[in-house]
T-cell receptor, first 109, second 113 residues
Framework: GQNIDQPTEMTATEGAIVQINCTYQ??????LFWYQQHAGEAPTFLSY??LDGLEEKGRFSSFLSRSKGYSYLLLKELQMKDSASYLCAVQDSNYQLIWGAGTKLIIKP | DVKVTQSSRYLVKRTGEKVFLECVQDMDHENMFWYRQDPGLGLRLIYFSYDVKMKEKGDIPEGYSVSREKKERFSLILESASTNQTSMYLCASSPEQGVQYRDFGPGTRLTVT
């Protein structure tokens, strides 16, 4: 079967760095997405990785290792507004997205 | 800066009612999707459409149907609402080519009593 695993909840301190991991087992691979979702709102696109390595975009970076079925989202200089759920999704061989349940990130002052 | 809109943010319906959820996108996207989101679960695909009057079943189509009469509009229909259909419903769209990221609407929180 297809499976995406990510931690249910994480807590970090304002100004710090946090890494949210995602492991996957899917039927084929056509890229991995990270989305941010604030409570009661729609998911918004953060990043896309299709090749191995690190993609950096401001305070957010996303890493992919296809051989290990592993990705992480790195958030630097955490701000209170980063409190949200972070969703990992893999695009399978049919170009459909398989979603993880999301990681709720709590930022403390 | 309107992209994907949904007809209602909150909706309360009774068991057995027929429910219509409307979604409209203004980005001329080919693909449109309906998902439901429940606590502790990833987004689950209900139906999707790659073109006008075209529809494909997703992972959990039972109890739902869809309609796409125009490119910009994709409707989700609950033929006879049940309490286990209480959920957050998210509509999304994506362009035909390129990175298949989804642009999501704000969601409709449906409660069936």
């Amino acid at each position: 079967g297809q499976n995406i695993d990510q931690p249910t909840e994480m807590t970090a301190t304002e100004g710090a760095i946090v890494q949210i991991n995602c492991t996957y087992q899917t039927s084929g691979f056509n890229g991995l997405f990270w989305y941010q979702q604030h409570a009661g709102e729609a998911p918004t696109f953060l990043s896309y990785n299709v090749l191995d390595g690190l993609e950096e975009k401001g305070r957010f970076s996303s890493f992919l290792s296809r051989s290990k079925g592993y990705s992480y989202l790195l958030l630097k200089e955490l701000q209170m507004k980063d409190s949200a759920s972070y969703l990992c999704a893999v695009q399978d061989s049919n170009y459909q997205l398989i979603w993880g349940a999301g990681t709720k990130l709590i930022i403390k002052p | 800066d309107v992209k994907v809109t949904q007809s209602s943010r909150y909706l309360v319906k009774r068991t057995g009612e027929k429910v219509f959820l409307e979604c409209v996108q203004d980005m001329d996207h080919e693909n449109m999707f309906w998902y439901r989101q429940d606590p502790g679960l990833g987004l689950r695909l209900i139906y999707f459409s790659y073109d006008v009057k075209m529809k494909e079943k997703g992972d959990i189509p039972e109890g739902y149907s869809v309609s796409r009469e125009k490119k910009e509009r994709f409707s989700l229909i609950l033929e006879s609402a049940s309490t286990n259909q209480t959920s957050m419903y998210l509509c999304a769209s994506s362009p035909e080519q390129g990175v298949q990221y989804r642009d999501f609407g704000p969601g409709t929180r449906l409660t069936v009593t």
